[in-house]
């Protein structure tokens, strides 16, 4: 319902408002939008990794090593929107929760259909109007299986983000200003 998605976005907004917005916005792809719409201080990004990482990878930069910050897995499920809930038919399980979630998860973005190695207009398409069709009320929380039939019809070919990626790697990016 679109009261529950409110709480979502509020229970979503509180940990990206956290040391661990800058890691949800540096994972790119849907992470990197659903972080973007609660993330107020883009300082906090520039500023590099958090005084204290509870987990992330070890990076060398400039002769200084440090701890990049991380998402856990519990973390992603929580900007994704995944619910744990009983199954509806007793083929499920009785005993067994399922996971749906308001959005594709990490895995199902990157895997069926939406990763292009950059946000394209189509993904902020599709975006603006899931959010919309939620808050009308007219979608619930999607299992994995169903997100990847959703996701199906708009796949990308793998040689095209291949070709995406190398084409990314070939820019040369202007050296920061201080």
């Known amino acids: 319902t679109p009261e529950d998605y409110c709480l979502y ?3 979503r907004d509180e940990l990206i408002c956290s040391f661990q917005g800058r890691a949800a916005l540096l994972q790119g792809g849907s992470l990197w939008q659903l972080a973007r719409d609660s993330f107020a201080d883009w300082g906090q990004v520039y500023a590099g990794p958090s005084a204290y990482p ?3 990878n070890l990076r060398i930069l400039g002769g200084w090593e440090f701890v990049e910050d991380n998402l856990s897995q519990h973390q992603e499920d929580v900007i994704c929107g995944v619910y744990r809930v009983q199954p509806a038919t007793a083929k ?3 005993f067994r929760s399922v996971s749906r979630s308001l959005w594709p998860s990490v895995t199902t973005w990157e895997n069926f259909g939406m990763n292009l190695n950059y946000w394209s207009t189509a993904n902020e398409w599709f975006y603006i109007r899931h959010r919309a069709l939620i808050l009308a009320g007219q979608v619930q929380p999607r299992s994995v299986a169903e997100w990847k039939k959703s996701l199906a019809s708009r796949k990308v ?12 790697a070939s820019l040369t990016l202007p050296a920061p200003r201080g």
């Open 157 to 168: 070919p793998k040689t095209t983000v291949l070709q995406n990626t190398r084409h990314l």
């Open 9 to 11: 976005v509020a229970k």
């Open 92 to 94: 499920e399980g009785p």
């Open 54 to 56: 509870t987990q992330g």
